[in-house]
C-alpha cells in the first residue's frame, strides 16, 4: 500500500506552494472515496427464487401435505395457482432460518 502513496507524498515534499491546495484537494478525494467504501454496506446478490411444488417443499418443511393445503394461508412464502400451492425456495429457507433461531 505504501508505494502506490510514494508518489502523493513525493508531490507534496517537492510541488511549489501553490499547486498544494490542488494536491489536498485531490488527496481529500481519495480519502472521501475510501471513507465511503468502507461504511457502505455490503450487498449479497440472490440467486434467483424457483417455486417449490408441494411434493418438494413437504420433506423440506418436515410437515405433511395435508397440513400444508390446511394452513397454507398461514405461511407468507406459499402461492396459489389454481388449486395448487406453489413454495418460495428462498422463502422457505428464510422460514427454517427463523424457526432455528427461536
Known sequence: MRSELESALSAARTLPAE?????IGALEEIKATALVRLTAPVIQPQAP??????DEAAPVLGMSKSYLYRHADKFSFVRREGRALRFSARGVQEYLSGRRRR
Open 19 to 23: 499547486d498544494l491546495p490542488g494536491l
Open 49 to 54: 427464487d424457483s417455486l417449490l411444488s408441494i
